[in-house]
Structures are given as C-alpha cells and as structure tokens.
C-alpha cells in the first residue's frame, strides 16, 4: 500500500493561467474524490469517481472545474482562467466500494497547495 | 442535509492531560457513518476512525477513545495522557451510505486545533 500521491506538493500561478493537479489513488481502489480545504476550514466536497464513471459534482465544482479518470485508475483536475479565490489546498482520496461491511474509509493524499496570484 | 458541529475551535493542553474534542452531527439519514481524522502541520488527513450509525459501542484504541451517541447525535473523541506529538488539528466527518451501502462522500466539521504543550 503506496498510499495516495498527489502531484505537484505546491503550485503558484498567476491569475487567469491554467492549471492541472494529478492524483494516484491506491491501486485496488475503485473510487477518487476531490475535495478542497480552505484556511481554518473541513475539507469540502467537489466530485467523485466510481472507476471511469464521474457520479457527482459539487456546486463549488464551478465549469472552470474539470475532472477526469481516464481508465479508472489516477484523475487529473484542471482549473482554468484561474482566479485568487482558487487559493486553496486540493486534496484527493480514494477507497474501496464493497458491497457488505461499508466499503473501506477514504484515504487522503498530501494534497496540493495552489496559490493564486 | 448533513452537517457536523466542532465547536471547539482550539484546544490547548499540558502533556499528560487528558482530553476530549466534541462532535455534533445532524442527518436525515439512517444508515451513515461517522469518522475522525487527524491533520498534522505536514497537511495530510490521517484516518483514525470510522463508525456505522448501527453500531454504538465505544471503542478504546491505545490512548484514543470515541464515545458514540444517537440519542444526542454525538461522536466525542477522547485522548488519555496527551503527549506532544498529538498536535494537530482534528476533524470529525460524516458520510451517507450509498445505495450498496458504502460510505462516500464526507460531510466535515471545521475542525478542532488541539496543541499540547511539553
């Protein structure tokens, strides 16, 4: 168990520039979250993946906000024309649907650090 | 919809000490499951716990405790004999079951910053 990476750690950008943040999750789990966690604040929700399949978005998942899980296995998340209320910490995670005994819990990743400027 | 209450923004103890962060939850749900995870200055959040809304048994793990209660909606978190490196920020988290029954999404609370002092 490797753990979920995610990549890059920390990412500065200028305002209006794009930018993509990737996530490998635990080999054998079958869904991905994103989440985003602002200063002094949870984490929020903004999509999930079961395999390739996106199942739910957020309404902070504005259409700036893509994801994707190719062939099920890492996800990229695409932020574009970014603005300075994007300045947060993405955070992915992953976990195993099972069908009895609740599934495994989600397990987080280091996150990525954005700052907007 | 879900929401978790911590309303202990910041705790600060001496070493030794023991103590509990709270949790308060609301759901419309039945079957739900509750879960702590600890944040270290690093930034990664570190399972502690998960509890399904079925089972109410307390559970001791090592120096962690977790007192589970329908009748008020809580889910308290107590360290016994704190040490140093117990500081983080911990949050409480609670997540509807899906149609199989899984846990997925997470609803979190704000977080409760727990600094233990040598």
């Known amino acids: 168990d490797t753990g979920v990476s995610q990549n890059p750690r920390h990412k500065i950008t200028k305002r209006g520039q794009n930018v993509t943040f990737r996530c490998d999750p635990i080999s054998e789990h079958n869904r991905l979250y994103w989440y985003r966690q602002t200063l002094g604040q949870g984490p929020e929700f903004l999509t999930y993946f079961q395999n390739e399949a996106q199942l739910e978005k957020s309404r902070l998942l504005s259409d700036r906000f893509s994801a994707e899980r190719p062939k099920g296995s890492f996800s990229t998340l695409e932020i574009q024309r970014t603005e300075q209320g994007d300045s947060a910490m993405y955070l992915c995670a992953s976990s195993l649907a099972a069908g009895t005994g609740g599934g495994s819990p989600l397990h987080f990743g280091n996150g990525t650090r954005l700052t907007v400027t | 919809a879900q929401k978790v209450t911590q309303a202990q923004t910041e705790i600060s103890v001496v070493e030794k000490e023991d103590v509990t962060l709270d949790c308060v939850y609301e759901?419309?749900?039945?079957?739900?499951?509750l879960f702590w995870y600890k944040q270290p200055p690093s930034g990664e959040l570190v399972f502690l716990i998960r509890?399904?809304?079925?089972?109410?048994q307390n559970e001791i793990s090592g120096r962690y405790s977790w007192n589970f209660q329908k009748s008020t909606s809580s889910f308290n978190f107590t360290i016994t004999a704190s040490q140093v490196v117990d500081s983080a920020v911990y949050f409480c988290a609670l997540s509807e079951a899906n149609s199989g029954g899984s846990n997925y999404k997470l609803t979190f609370g704000k977080g409760t910053l727990l600094t233990v002092n040598p």
């Open positions: 759901t419309r749900d039945t079957t739900y499951y």
């Open positions: 509890r399904n809304s079925f089972d109410e």
